[in-house]
């Protein structure tokens, strides 16, 4: 089969699993249509907003930002997204008698085919139109335009096929639960880029500098050549297009060795298992922090859920992705101080509430070995310490970072202090909220993190012990007014080894209180957690 006709049939294959799905039900062709009209709104007004700035002293910098915004989305989007375009699955066509070359040139011709890749054209379409004016840039901007547009799709088809199998695999599908939290980041990124483009005083011109580097960036160097081309730097224009003509070229190649590789390759379910003493020797390093001991085993158990489980490594990874960040947006924003570290103790201190439920229905065989006051005191210290092996150097890191990006390391012993004290605090409530009000998590569905019927539950679990882990922070926090307000500065430094002290005191407490009623509460534990 030809090239033309192989494009051809796959044009008309992505048009008809396109039909057959809106055919499926009415709302999700409803769904479609209403996207299909935002999106192109939305690209309208882009696309006018570029032509209009055309002529613009700045324009080609927002022109080259841009197409490398697009750019970086593309090359995310597949990772995120992997069940938003089937077509971006090779291994649907393994069996078939095709060649890598014929077929990256087809995949890559119908990719076009979409409202993505729609959305993509009409902006790249405007920042080439926004990045220069003449003749000499309008003739630029053609083959800089359709440069810039296939290496967006080429880079996405070979980042998919690069990691098909581990987007098609168990994985790759809670990777996806990922997307939320790197959208939110991104987006308060943009939020942050409009904010100082809107501020008094500022302008276009404040991209100017991200330009100067993203220009020698592929695709954003094809931008960048109209720009040139409108001054008459014809150096710089063939260079500009040549990068970003070489950029596609490299991707071409990636795409064409993974699909010879997956092609030809077998897939894990063929390759034999690791060898146990592999397993043993990453066990041993976990290990090695642990204590001995049920509550070492209670430790390390959690940590393998944490990291297996969807759920839990998703909320664990949202809070440290949030704790850091509250900081850092604050001082881009140009306000805020340190204190605001406290964030990433109180987010990860939450961690620990709900801790059965977050073993599913599989917490009855942990129930079986609760047989007295010992075993529960074991089980809850070692879901505490699996929790604080991660949380104390997080904490510690985020405490210095804001210390650095607020310039304030005279606040460094307290603030600290202050968030060992809320970690310390959250965590021993936890403990005891986990046992006195736990409820169930649906294992089923990926993003539900309570049970029907449950709701005010989680709410009095969580925002209850949040009140009461703020409360126990109360004589800390007024230990430090006390020391600013009536004077002796020189004595702030305790507040770190006490606030340390007070947090460790307050796990204690928690455990204690918890321990003997979770040897009790074992059966109403079992059923509030396996409900739903």
């Not at 375009?85 to 040139?105: C, I, K, N, Y």
């Amino acid at each position: 089969m030809t090239t033309a006709a192989l494009t051809g049939t796959f044009a008309s294959l992505k048009l008809a699993l396109l039909r057959n799905g809106l055919k499926q039900s009415t709302g999700r062709l409803v769904l479609f249509v209403l996207s299909a009209a935002l999106v192109a709104l939305f690209a309208a007004a882009q696309l006018l907003g570029l032509v209009l700035l055309r002529g613009n002293a700045h324009a080609g910098a927002l022109a080259v930002c841009l197409v490398a915004l697009l750019a970086l989305g593309w090359a995310f989007l597949p990772l995120f997204f992997p069940s938003g375009d089937e077509t971006l699955d090779p291994t649907r066509l393994v069996m078939l008698p095709l060649r890598p070359r014929p077929l990256v040139v087809a995949l890559l011709l119908t990719s076009v085919i979409g409202i993505g890749p729609l959305f993509t054209t009409t902006l790249v379409a405007g920042s080439v139109i926004a990045a220069g004016e003449g003749a000499a840039a309008t003739g630029v901007s053609v083959l800089a335009g359709v440069l810039a547009l296939l290496v967006c799709l080429a880079l996405a088809r070979a980042v998919a096929t690069a990691n098909v199998r581990l987007l098609t695999s168990r994985r790759g599908r809670d990777l996806a639960l990922l997307s939320g939290l790197v959208v939110a980041v991104g987006i308060q990124a943009v939020n942050l880029g409009i904010q100082k483009l809107s501020a008094p005083g500022a302008g276009l011109g404040e991209l100017e500098p991200v330009a100067r580097v993203l220009r020698w960036v592929p695709p954003a160097s094809a931008v960048d050549a109209v720009r040139a081309a409108q001054d008459g730097q014809w150096g710089r224009t063939a260079v500009g297009l040549a990068l970003t003509a070489a950029a596609l070229a490299l991707l071409l190649w990636w795409w064409e060795r993974g699909l010879t590789r997956l092609m030809t390759s077998p897939d894990s379910s063929t390759i034999q298992a690791a060898a146990p003493a592999t397993a043993r020797r990453r066990a041993s390093v976990l290990t090695r922090f642990l204590p001995a001991g049920r509550a070492g085993v209670v430790a390390e158990r959690t940590l393998r859920y944490a990291w297996r489980d969807p759920k839990t490594r998703i909320a664990w990874a949202t809070a440290i992705g949030v704790g850091l960040l509250i900081p850092v947006v604050a001082a881009a924003q140009g306000h805020g101080n340190i204190y605001l570290s406290c964030w990433a103790a109180g987010m990860l201190g939450l961690q620990m509430y709900n801790q059965f439920g977050q073993d599913y229905s599989a917490f009855w065989m942990v129930a079986q070995t609760l047989s007295s006051r010992a075993d529960a005191d074991a089980e809850l210290r070692g879901r505490s310490r699996a929790l604080l092996l991660v949380a104390l150097p997080y904490v510690t890191l985020v405490v210095l970072g804001s210390a650095a990006l607020f310039d304030d390391w005279g606040a460094l012993a307290e603030a600290l202090g202050i968030s060992f004290a809320l970690l310390g605090a959250l965590v021993g409530t936890g403990a005891v909220a986990s046992v006195l009000v736990p409820y169930s998590i649906p294992a089923d569905n990926g993003f539900k993190n309570v049970a029907p019927g449950q709701g005010m539950v989680a709410s009095l679990s969580i925002f209850g012990g949040m009140l009461l882990g703020a409360a126990l922070c109360a004589p800390l926090l007024a230990l430090t007014i006390w020391l600013h307000v009536a004077g002796p500065h020189g004595w702030l430094w305790l507040v770190l080894p006490v606030g340390a002290l007070y947090g460790y005191a307050l796990i204690d407490a928690g455990v204690r209180i918890g321990a003997p009623r979770l040897a009790r509460r074992l059966p109403e534990i079992l059923t509030a957690v396996s409900r739903g």
